[in-house]
């Protein structure tokens, strides 16, 4: 049991790393780290409530195929973060606040070398080398812990068709709705105001509404703590999901269905002058283990297959499908953590909108008609400690933005070190 010289000293280093700003999700464990426990400050900091994490990912990308040259890219992102659990530092059961900042850096290897593609092929580069707020929310817990509700700066992909980054290619990492409509649908790094209700209506299902403001703005490339002005509406998306288990819960799944509207007014893709009223869309993602390792070290050793499905509207969308799929095995070479992954994607260029790209080149020869694009994409991932992650990764794609593009492969590095 702490001393009371000792707490004192972690209410202190606490409320001054509040202050100062650094954070990502309040842990149930420690997370380990490569400065240590800092002299036993950060497990005393972590039992009264304080979970302290700073995170630095990298991703190199080399085209051996494609484009108008060959060249090296590299393109990372920091996170700061600090979650607080209110039980342990208030005695209010159920409460959790979260504060991050990001600060990403790095070049396009897709937009130097112009590879014409629709999707990434550095999926951590984008919306401006510059330092966000990304997260400042609030979440309460109520029902005994059966509905969830979260308030404050959050990010569309973290609550709403959430999904892990492992792969590097955009195409099979975070919320997919956003990899199809990203100027209206923003997933980290970009914040923005919302609200999230969920109720856990059985032990494996759940209900999920969620509110999120439409402004522009947020795009800034700049800092800030929130934009007051400038929305053009309001996001609602519906959510449900199920996460079953099977073969005595050694199997587990987890399958989310949901749809979305947008209040805000866009411009037709084809019909020049032509406003539309709202935008939206539905997706489907599936997650399930399909083999379990007895007596593993690790419970997630064995093979994991998913599927994503998107579609949106035709009249606003210049994307208006994204359909992936992919296998992953955990548990390699003795090594329990070690995986590996490969997946294929197809993202459809809407034909509305091909249309209007090949009538303006009737008028300029050199504007660019989409097509669809198709890619794979695979990868190994060596757990090399707890706190460092090398993944080697070999993309092949047939780029979509420009139909007179070639193939192109990428040969690839994402490395992931926590501090």
Same mark, same amino acid.
């Given at each position: 049991?702490?001393?009371?010289?000792? #707490?004192?000293?972690?209410?202190?280093?606490?409320?001054?790393?509040?202050?100062?700003?650094?954070?990502?999700?309040? @842990?149930?464990?420690?997370?380990?780290?490569? #400065?240590?426990?800092?002299?036993?400050?950060?497990?005393?900091?972590?039992?009264?409530?304080?979970?302290?994490?700073?995170?630095? =990912?990298?991703?190199?990308?080399?085209?051996?195929?494609?484009?108008?040259?060959?060249?090296?890219?590299?393109?990372?992102?920091?996170?700061?973060?600090?979650?607080? &659990?209110?039980?342990?530092?208030?005695?209010?059961?159920?409460? #959790?606040?979260?504060?991050?900042?990001?600060?990403?850096? *790095?070049?396009?290897?897709?937009?130097?070398? @112009?590879?014409?593609?629709?999707?990434?092929? %550095?999926?951590?580069? *984008?919306?401006?080398?510059?330092?966000?707020?990304?997260?400042?929310?609030?979440?309460?817990?109520? +029902?005994?812990?059966?509905?969830?509700?979260?308030?404050?700066?959050? #990010?569309?992909?973290?609550?709403?068709?959430?999904?892990?980054?492992?792969?590097?290619?955009?195409?099979?990492?975070?919320?997919?709705?956003?990899?199809? =409509?990203?100027?209206?649908?923003?997933?980290?790094?970009?914040?923005?105001?919302?609200?999230?209700?969920?109720?856990?209506?059985?032990?494996?299902?759940?209900?999920?509404?969620?509110?999120?403001?439409?402004?522009?703005?947020?795009?800034?490339?700049?800092?800030?703590?929130?934009?007051?002005?400038?929305?053009?509406?309001?996001?609602?998306?519906?959510?449900?999901?199920?996460?079953?288990?099977?073969?005595? &819960?050694? /199997?587990?799944?987890?399958?989310?269905?949901?749809?979305?509207?947008?209040?805000?007014?866009?411009? $037709?893709?084809?019909?020049?002058?032509?406003?539309?009223?709202?935008?939206?869309?539905?997706?489907?993602?599936?997650?399930?283990? +399909?083999?379990? =390792?007895?007596?593993?070290?690790? @419970?997630?050793?064995?093979?994991?297959?998913?599927?994503?499905?998107?579609?949106?509207?035709?009249?606003?969308?210049? =994307?208006?499908?994204?359909?992936?799929?992919?296998?992953?095995?955990?548990?390699?070479?003795?090594?329990? $953590? $070690?995986?590996?992954?490969?997946?294929?994607?197809?993202?459809?260029?809407?034909?509305?909108?091909?249309?209007? %790209?090949?009538? @303006?080149?009737? %008028?300029?020869?050199?504007?660019?008609?989409?097509?669809?694009?198709?890619?794979?994409?695979?990868?190994?991932?060596?757990?090399?400690?707890?706190?460092?992650?090398?993944?080697?990764?070999?993309?092949?794609?047939?780029?979509?933005?420009?139909?007179?593009?070639?193939?192109?492969?990428?040969?690839?590095?994402?490395?992931?070190?926590? /501090?």
């Amino acid at each position: 049991m702490a001393t009371r010289r000792q #707490t004192w000293v972690g209410w202190m280093l606490g409320w001054a790393l509040l202050c100062s700003g650094p954070a990502l999700a309040a @842990e149930t464990k420690m997370p380990p780290g490569l #400065t240590g426990g800092w002299s036993g400050v950060r497990g005393l900091l972590f039992e009264l409530g304080v979970s302290l994490q700073v995170r630095y =990912v990298t991703e190199l990308a080399y085209n051996a195929r494609g484009g108008k040259g060959h060249a090296l890219r590299q393109a990372g992102q920091l996170d700061v973060g600090l979650g607080l &659990d209110t039980q342990k530092l208030f005695g209010l059961p159920g409460g #959790t606040f979260q504060f991050t900042f990001t600060h990403r850096n *790095g070049n396009d290897l897709g937009a130097d070398m @112009e590879l014409g593609t629709l999707q990434l092929v %550095q999926e951590v580069y *984008g919306r401006g080398n510059v330092g966000r707020l990304t997260q400042l929310w609030y979440e309460q817990l109520f +029902l005994g812990g059966r509905l969830h509700w979260k308030l404050g700066r959050v #990010t569309v992909g973290e609550d709403t068709a959430d999904f892990k980054c492992d792969f590097q290619n955009l195409s099979f990492c975070g919320a997919q709705p956003g990899n199809l =409509v990203g100027n209206y649908w923003f997933n980290w790094p970009v914040s923005q105001w919302g609200t999230r209700l969920r109720l856990d209506t059985m032990k494996v299902a759940y209900v999920q509404l969620a509110a999120y403001e439409i402004n522009p703005r947020n795009l800034d490339p700049s800092f800030y703590l929130g934009r007051f002005s400038g929305a053009t509406g309001v996001m609602l998306p519906l959510e449900l999901g199920w996460n079953p288990k099977f073969d005595g &819960d050694r /199997l587990e799944g987890l399958y989310k269905l949901g749809a979305w509207y947008d209040t805000s007014n866009a411009n $037709d893709v084809l019909l020049e002058g032509v406003e539309r009223n709202g935008r939206y869309g539905a997706y489907f993602v599936a997650r399930q283990q +399909l083999t379990h =390792v007895r007596g593993a070290e690790n @419970e997630a050793q064995g093979l994991n297959l998913f599927v994503r499905l998107t579609h949106t509207d035709r009249d606003t969308s210049t =994307v208006d499908s994204q359909y992936t799929v992919g296998l992953g095995y955990t548990g390699l070479f003795g090594r329990p $953590d $070690d995986d590996v992954g490969f997946a294929l994607g197809r993202t459809h260029s809407n034909g509305r909108y091909v249309t209007a %790209q090949q009538l @303006e080149q009737l %008028q300029d020869p050199t504007a660019a008609v989409p097509r669809s694009e198709y890619l794979g994409e695979l990868y190994y991932s060596l757990h090399a400690t707890p706190w460092l992650v090398l993944r080697p990764n070999f993309q092949y794609i047939r780029p979509g933005a420009d139909e007179s593009a070639r193939d192109v492969i990428v040969l690839g590095l994402k490395g992931a070190l926590s /501090l």
